[in-house]
């Protein structure tokens, strides 16, 4: 089997401000497994989170590090490759991108789509979310606004937890509720930025205006204070950048009410199944979500969205160009091409 690797470039139409600052610009790498005379295609990529950067450099350099592990291997070893990768401590965005690539080679290989192989439907039941990111509250129903050009909106994703203060999320929320129907689902992600106290206060907040649940609400290393405000909050509280795999949520179990599982943050396809099964055992919810992934990233963590309870994978939907033609958004929700492997093909 021959890993080979190519870097792009992708800029946002608009960029994305969070509680630890704002992105425009991400650089990932388009991997690519070769056996057989069959290609498969996977993307790796850049991000940042407390205590897990993994930046442009590492991510290429665990690629490089992987490429002669490969060699005698073959895509159907699938599982070997992804423990001889841990093994080795090959970041997690360039396992995803292995990974990926993998399950799309295997697809190919035998003409059918990712899902089916996984036993999974194509039914599609949870509508896709899009983020608004942290600004003014008129920049806020602007931005909304250009999310409605893009098609029907049925989710939307409200980042809070900015240096201004929750009096100014509390505005924001307000300005978006009076443009989006009554029937959206409205979500709220504070990315680890309020107190406990601040977060107390904002759930109890939240759930009197419908908000149906909140993300990562205090820092991720505080896993005190993310009980507090679970078993204090009215509305299902979410881990995101307190669960990276599987490990880490049994611990988690009693201290949120869910994970939101990002494919480069954990691995892969593979290790995000393992983390929906460990979820389900613990009676806890799940979400996709994505950083600043393609077309081709997120078709492939949309193949598992009949297993899942919140999809939030909009960010190829904000890029000026997207490398790829994958899952097409329609009605709000995101559909999987009727292709083999993870439906996905060059722009």
Not at 45 to 53: A, C, D, K, L, R
Not at 281 to 295: D, E, N, R
Not at 298 to 314: F, K, M, R
Request: glycine share 10%.
């Amino acid at each position: 089997m021959k890993l080979t690797f190519h870097p792009f470039e992708v800029h946002k139409s608009v960029p994305l401000a969070i509680s630890r600052g704002t992105q425009a610009t991400s650089r990932g790498w388009e991997v690519r497994v070769l056996h057989d005379g069959i290609e498969g295609l996977g993307e790796a990529s850049e991000f940042s989170i407390p205590g897990h950067e993994q930046t442009a450099d590492t991510v290429q350099a665990a690629l490089e590090r992987a490429v002669p592990m490969l060699r005698s291997a073959t895509p159907w070893q699938r599982v070997e490759v992804e423990s001889m990768l841990r093994q080795h401590s090959i970041e997690s965005s360039a396992i995803n991108g292995i990974d990926m690539a993998l399950y799309d080679w295997m697809g190919k290989s035998t003409e059918q789509p990712v899902w089916r192989l996984l036993g999974l439907s194509s039914e599609v039941r949870v509508a896709n979310s899009v983020t608004i990111g942290i600004s003014s509250p008129e920049s806020a129903q602007q931005r909304l606004v250009r999310w409605l050009e893009v098609g029907v909106i049925r989710a939307v994703k409200i980042k809070m937890g900015g240096k201004d203060g929750v009096l100014e999320d509390q505005a924001r929320l307000e300005a978006i509720k009076k443009l989006v129907p009554e029937s959206t689902r409205i979500g709220v992600d504070a990315n680890g930025g309020w107190s406990t106290a601040d977060a107390l206060t904002m759930c109890r907040w939240l759930a009197e205006r419908g908000v149906d649940h909140v993300e990562q609400p205090t820092a991720p290393g505080d896993l005190a204070a993310l009980r507090s405000v679970h078993y204090g909050s009215p509305i299902p509280v979410l881990a995101d950048e307190a669960c990276l795999t599987s490990r880490d949520i049994p611990g988690l179990a009693g201290a949120c009410s869910g994970i939101n599982i990002k494919l480069s943050k954990c691995g892969g396809i593979s290790e995000a199944l393992r983390m929906i099964a460990t979820a389900r055992a613990h009676g806890m919810k799940v979400m996709l979500g994505c950083y600043s992934q393609t077309s081709l990233g997120n078709s492939a963590a949309n193949q598992l969205a009949s297993l899942v309870d919140y999809i939030d994978l909009d960010s190829h939907l904000n890029l000026k160009r997207d490398p790829f033609v994958g899952c097409r958004f329609e009605d709000g929700y995101l559909h999987n091409r009727d292709l083999p492997g993870l439906g996905v093909t060059h722009a």
